[in-house]
C-alpha cells in the first residue's frame, strides 16, 4: 500500500493527493476516475517549447533532460529528439509529440490522454503506469519498449511493437494488475512481432492484419477482438480467452502454439 501511495502522490502531485481527490486504494491504472481531467495541472503547460529545447541544449548522456512532474499539456514538441529524457509523472495530455525522439525515454506515471505520437520513436522506452487513453501512436516504433500503460481506445495503425514487453508486471501486486491496456484499440497492421502480450487486455480491439509471429498471449483478455488476417506463427495463445473473437483468414493457425489451450474457442467467430 506504501509504494501504491508514493506512485499515486507522483502521478497526480502533492496537492491532488492531499485534498483527498484520489483514494489511496486505487490502482495506477485506475486514476482517472478520481482526477478532475479538466483543471489547470492537466490541460497547461508551465514551459514553451523554447524552454523544453533549452533543457535539452544542457542535456548530456549522464544527465539527461528531466521533466519529471512538469505540466506541459497542448504542447507542440513535434520533431524534437527526446532520447532519454525523463517524463516521470509529467502532464503531456494533448501534447503534440508527433515524428519526436523519444528513444530510451521514461514515460512512467506520465499523464498522455489524447497526445499525438504518430511516427514517433519510443524504441526502448519505459512507460509503466502511464495513462494514454485515445493517444495516438499510429506508425510509432515502441520496438522493445516496456509499456504497461492504459492505452484504451488508442490507434496505433501501422505501429510496432515488435520485442516490447506489455505482459503483466507479477512483481507489484500491491498496485493491481499492471499490463498494457488496450481495449477497444485500432491496432490495425501492428507489428508485434516477438511481443510479449500476456494477460494484456485487448478486448474489442481491432487486429486486422497484424503479425503476432512469435508473440506470447498467454492468458490475454482477447474477447470481442477482430483478428482477421492476422499472422500468428509460433504465436503462443495458452489460456488467452478468445471469446467472440473473429478469426478470419489466419496466416499460421496450423503452426500457433497450444491454441488447443485457449478458452472460449467454441465461441470463435469465423
Not at 533549452?54 to 527526446?82: E, I, M, N, R
Not at 484499440?185 to 516477438?194: D, I, S, Y
Request: proline share 2%; glycine share 8%.
Amino acid at each position: 500500500m506504501i509504494h501504491a501511495e508514493r506512485v499515486l502522490k507522483r502521478a497526480i502531485g502533492p496537492a491532488l493527493f492531499g485534498l483527498g481527490l484520489v483514494a489511496v486504494t486505487a490502482t495506477a491504472q485506475d486514476m482517472m476516475r478520481h482526477v478532475d481531467l479538466s483543471s489547470p495541472d492537466m490541460v497547461s503547460a508551465e514551459m514553451t517549447r523554447a524552454d523544453v529545447e533549452a533543457v535539452l541544449a544542457k542535456a548530456t548522456s549522464a544527465a539527461p533532460a528531466d521533466f519529471s512532474g512538469k505540466k506541459l499539456s497542448g504542447l507542440d514538441l513535434s520533431g524534437l529528439d527526446l532520447s532519454g529524457a525523463v517524463f516521470r509523472a509529467a502532464r503531456l495530455n494533448r501534447t503534440k509529440l508527433a515524428g519526436a525522439r523519444l528513444d530510451r525515454a521514461i514515460l512512467d506515471q506520465a499523464w498522455l490522454l489524447e497526445a499525438d505520437l504518430r511516427g514517433a520513436s519510443l524504441k526502448g522506452a519505459n512507460l509503466f503506469a502511464s495513462q494514454m487513453p485515445r493517444a495516438r501512436l499510429d506508425g510509432a516504433d515502441l520496438s522493445g519498449a516496456r509499456v504497461a500503460a492504459d492505452l484504451t481506445g488508442a490507434s496505433l495503425v501501422g505501429a510496432s511493437i515488435a520485442d516490447a514487453n506489455l505482459g503483466a508486471d507479477m512483481r507489484n501486486q500491491s498496485m493491481g494488475l499492471m499490463r498494457a491496456v488496450l481495449r477497444s484499440a485500432n491496432l490495425e497492421r501492428l507489428n508485434a512481432r516477438g511481443a510479449d502480450l500476456s494477460r494484456v487486455d485487448l478486448e474489442f480491439a481491432s487486429l486486422k492484419g497484424a503479425d503476432l509471429t512469435k508473440a506470447s498471449l498467454k492468458g490475454a483478455q482477447l474477447g470481442g477482438a477482430d483478428l482477421s488476417g492476422v499472422t500468428i506463427i509460433d504465436a503462443d495463445f495458452d489460456g488467452a480467452d478468445l471469446d467472440s473473437a473473429r478469426l478470419a483468414a489466419p496466416t499460421g493457425l496450423d503452426r500457433a502454439k497450444n491454441f488447443d489451450r485457449a478458452k472460449n474457442r467454441d465461441r470463435l467467430l469465423r
